[in-house]
């Protein structure tokens, strides 16, 4: 049973930088396509960026150019590296996994709320 726990966050300023972590147990993370995710306060959970086992990342409109997705199979974990942060996104941060069959699209809607998911980790972004 594949399980997932992040790490890495905290508060940060404006135009800092945060990586998050992503550290999976139970299994090998490289046949499983990973998402993260987050959800600010009274919104909903919106997709942030995502890699598939072969490398192909997507990344939400709004962090392109500030987030990077990397994985790194020999450490069994995602991370998500946050550069240049505003307040906007601050929020609960959360990774997912799905098992990887074949070439796959990728985006958020490779995920769904019965596939693996960690706890979350809050990041906060203020002066």
């Known amino acids: 049973q594949l399980q997932l726990v992040e790490s890495g966050g905290g508060s940060v300023q404006p135009g800092g930088s945060l990586r998050l972590s992503c550290a999976a147990s139970?299994?090998?993370?490289?046949?499983?396509?990973v998402g993260w995710f987050r959800q600010a306060p009274g919104k909903e959970r919106e997709g942030v960026s995502c890699?598939?086992?072969?490398?192909?990342?997507w990344y939400a409109d709004s962090v392109k150019g500030r987030f990077t997705i990397v994985r790194d199979n020999a450490q069994n974990a995602v991370y998500l590296q946050m550069n240049r942060v505003n307040p906007e996104d601050t929020a609960v941060y959360s990774c997912?996994?799905?098992?990887?069959?074949?070439?796959?699209?990728?985006?958020?809607?490779?995920?769904?709320?019965?596939?693996?998911w960690g706890q979350g980790t809050q990041v906060t972004v203020s002066s």
């Open positions: 890699i598939t086992s072969d490398g192909n990342t």
């Open positions: 997912v996994a799905v098992f990887q069959i074949g070439r796959i699209p990728v985006g958020p809607d490779l995920f769904d709320d019965d596939n693996y």
């Open positions: 139970g299994s090998a993370l490289d046949h499983y396509a």
